[in-house]
């Protein structure tokens, strides 16, 4: 789902989606490359002591690693599911602290922090609210650090070509004729609007990493088991889904096939006298 959804209540409804299996949801997502912490780091200032709010923290894919750097993390996360699985991947921290709860809503603590960082979530977060809130959460010069991903052309490209059949006929919101972007397709116009139309930050820094990573059938269709459109669509449809999929897979290429990721860092600064 794209993060300039119309209705609010789809929006909504399918970010819940996550926490119906977070032990599926942890084990089958990838976490983030190594150099997008670094990049972090130097961009963000995101090391020892450096207090992070993390927003929509799932099962701590990102937490794990900011505390690994010695961070002191407050994550923020709406699914009770979700917190239980980052919580007991996250015990031998305690440095963390995890809390159950909408971003929207939860009440901000009165010390600022130094960084807010969303990684693959913050196009689930209100788009009315997400930029002030996360304004407001920082100290003045803190740092918004918002992860994102995405699939891009690379990998098994004839199978992703080929698998949009199967998505046309069983998922009738797929766009005839969709195809994988490539990775300099992927424009940065959205974000960079949204930041400056908020008037709470400077200019938008991006760097981007590209990875391939292989899956067996079986860890591929684990994978798409967890992703919020998938599970939205009806079960016979989705079972249909997935069955031709990983059949196409088995019998065409070789019960392996391999995803090219984008995953892109934007990092901006609030204004020095914001607060």
């Not at 699985?85 to 009440?107: C, G, H, K, Q, S």
């Not at 949204?194 to 590209?210: D, I, K, N, T």
């Amino acid at each position: 789902m794209r993060d300039d959804t119309p209705d609010p209540t789809l929006r909504v409804r399918l970010s819940r989606t996550f926490d119906e299996d977070a032990e599926l949801y942890d084990r089958a997502r990838p976490g983030y490359p190594p150099e997008l912490f670094d990049d972090l780091g130097e961009l963000a200032g995101t090391g020892p002591d450096c207090r992070v709010l993390e927003v929509g923290a799932g099962t701590g894919k990102a937490t794990v690693p900011l505390a690994e750097r010695g961070c002191r993390v407050t994550a923020v996360e709406p699914g009770p599911g979700m917190t239980a699985v980052a919580r007991r991947n996250l015990a031998r921290f305690d440095t963390v602290e995890i809390v159950t709860a909408d971003f929207e809503t939860w009440p901000l603590p009165e010390e600022p922090f130094d960084a807010v960082v969303s990684a693959t979530a913050f196009h689930w977060i209100d788009p009315a609210v997400r930029m002030t809130r996360a304004a407001d959460a920082l100290r003045p010069g803190g740092a918004l650090a918002v992860i994102a991903t995405q699939h891009v052309a690379g990998g098994t490209e004839e199978f992703f070509t080929e698998v949009q059949g199967y998505y046309e006929r069983f998922d009738p919101a797929t766009p005839p004729g969709l195809r994988i972007p490539a990775a300099e397709d992927v424009g940065t116009s959205a974000h960079t609007d949204e930041v400056a139309r908020s008037g709470r930050f400077g200019p938008v820094v991006y760097l981007r990493h590209e990875r391939d990573l292989t899956y067996t059938t079986a860890e591929y269709l684990d994978l798409l088991r967890t992703y919020s459109g998938h599970r939205a669509l009806p079960p016979r449809a989705g079972e249909s889904l997935l069955e031709c999929i990983g059949r196409l897979i088995d019998t065409r290429y070789g019960g392996r096939v391999t995803k090219r990721y984008l995953t892109e860092l934007r990092v901006s600064r609030t204004s020095p006298a914001h607060r």
